[in-house]
Every structure is written in C-alpha cells, then in structure tokens.
C-alpha cells in the first residue's frame, strides 16, 4: 500500500507603509524592472496562508514574512496560528477559519481587506492525507479529504479573488506528487489533488496576466500529515516513512518564496519537488 511513498519580482503591486492601526493608508502598483523583487518591493505585500497551523503552511508564513510580507494565518486551531502570529510580530495576524466554511472565510477575506488593505498572495495549503484501502468503512475520510483538498481550495480562491484581481496577484495551491502518480491505498487523496491539478490549470488560462497561477507538487516532507491517518496500518507505515523524510517544511517554503519573487513577466506554473531517494 504505501510503495508509492517508499520509492522512495519587480512589478508586483505595492502598498504603503502601514498607519498606526496597522493598515496601509492606500494601495497603489509599480512597474519595475531587474531579474527579482528585492526587499523593498516585497515589503507589504500580503499573503493568506490557508492551513497556517502547522508543516508547509507555516513554514511558508515564516519564510514569506522573513522575505518582507505581511501574514494572515488561517487555520482551525485558533492556539496554534495564535501562538505564531506572537512569533512572527508586527505584520501577523491569527484568523481562525476553516476552509470547508464559507461564511468564516468571508469573514477572513473582510478582515484581512480592513487591516491590511487586501490580498496579494493566496496559499491554499490546507489539506489532509486520509490514506487507506479503498472501502466504505473509510467513506468519512473520502468526503472530509474530498470537502478540505479540492472544495477548500476552490472556495477559499472564489473568496479572496477579487482581491488577488485588484493590481496583480498570485495564487499558489499545494497539490501533491500524487496529483500525477495513484497508487493503491491513496485513490480519493490522489484524485482530490488530479482535480486540484485539472482546476488550476483551467485558472491560468482564465486569470492570465493577472494573476499567477503556480502549483506545487511536493513529494515526501517531514510534516504531521499521516497523523491523521484513520487506517491503523495505514498509519503506522506512512508515520515510520515520514519520520525519517529528508525534505521539510522550511524546503517547500523556499520553494514558495522563490517563486513569488520572479518578476510579474515570468509565471512559473508548476513546481514537482521530491527527496532525491523518491522515485515516485
């Protein structure tokens, strides 16, 4: 069942300096030019980061606000995005929201839009890996992977759009290695991030030039995704693989972090990362 794992920029828009509340007085867009944004341009920017809690989403927090930007943290466990905001400081916010909600991220949207002026950067990131033999006893993971991975994704982006619309803005979904390979025991996981892979694609050619759309594939990363695993065996196998993955969080995150910073005429679309020991 778990083979599959054991294979093993200058033109972006701008705001200014936030007031003393914290909220920038306007928002305006600036053409530049050179070969990435540097430190200025990205300082201000503003970037949701759906599943902030934990793993790839708060490492992507930690790596983005290091670059420059302002954070919004969205996640369900309230503590958790609290606690990093704390650590992040001025530029962080906590934003509890779960992303199978649509009223909490309409609030979240309108929040981020008071205190920060609005959305540049959108990072579906949350999901869940429910791996496990294809059966009914497993038909709560399958709607729960289906409502978080692929319906989050979508309605979290139908939300912060109009936002993401106003200047130039860049979307970024975390898919997975198993958005291009199914293999047994993974097929309602693997099929939520095919259809995370399909829509994306179907949103660059719709958003194009205004916003970038990229998507990430990641394979193995050291994160608590098979945690969560329900199947006994399942879990056991993909835990003893996760806890010993070469690649972490704070790897993706560069990823992340180097792809938002290319210049607004370069969109680079997908990015397949892997441990150099994964062979599928």
């Avoid at 909220?23 to 050179?34: I, K, L, Q, V, Y």
């Amino acid at each position: 069942m778990l083979q599959w794992l054991r294979r093993g920029d200058p033109g972006l828009s701008d705001r200014r300096a936030p007031t003393a509340t914290g909220r920038p007085a306007t928002r305006r867009h600036r053409e530049g030019t050179g070969t990435t944004m540097s430190q200025h341009q990205q300082q201000g920017r503003v970037a949701v980061i759906t599943g902030a809690s934990s793993g790839i989403g708060a490492a992507t927090a930690r790596s983005l606000h290091a670059a420059g930007y302002r954070v919004a943290l969205l996640a369900r466990r309230t503590d958790r995005i609290e606690a990093l905001a704390d650590e992040l400081g001025r530029g962080a916010i906590a934003v509890p929201a779960d992303v199978t909600d649509r009223e909490a991220l309409l609030a979240a949207a309108d929040r981020v839009r008071r205190e920060f002026g609005g959305t540049d950067v959108l990072v579906n990131n949350a999901g869940v890996m429910l791996l496990g033999p294809f059966s009914a006893e497993q038909r709560d993971d399958y709607r729960r992977m289906i409502e978080v991975n692929l319906l989050g994704a979508i309605t979290a982006t139908e939300v912060f759009l109009d936002q993401l619309k106003d200047g130039g803005g860049d979307l970024v979904n975390i898919s997975s290695v198993a958005g291009r390979v199914a293999n047994v025991g993974s097929g309602v996981y693997a099929a939520t991030k095919f259809g995370l892979n399909g829509w994306s694609e179907s949103l660059r050619k719709e958003l194009l030039p205004d916003v970038r759309v990229t998507v990430i594939e990641p394979g193995v990363v050291a994160t608590e995704l098979p945690t969560h695993i329900t199947h006994a065996a399942t879990r056991q196998g993909a835990q003893q693989l996760y806890g010993v993955a070469e690649v972490t969080a704070q790897d993706v995150a560069e990823v992340i972090t180097f792809v938002l910073q290319r210049p607004r005429h370069l969109a680079i679309h997908e990015v397949l990362l892997r441990p150099a020991a994964q062979a599928a």
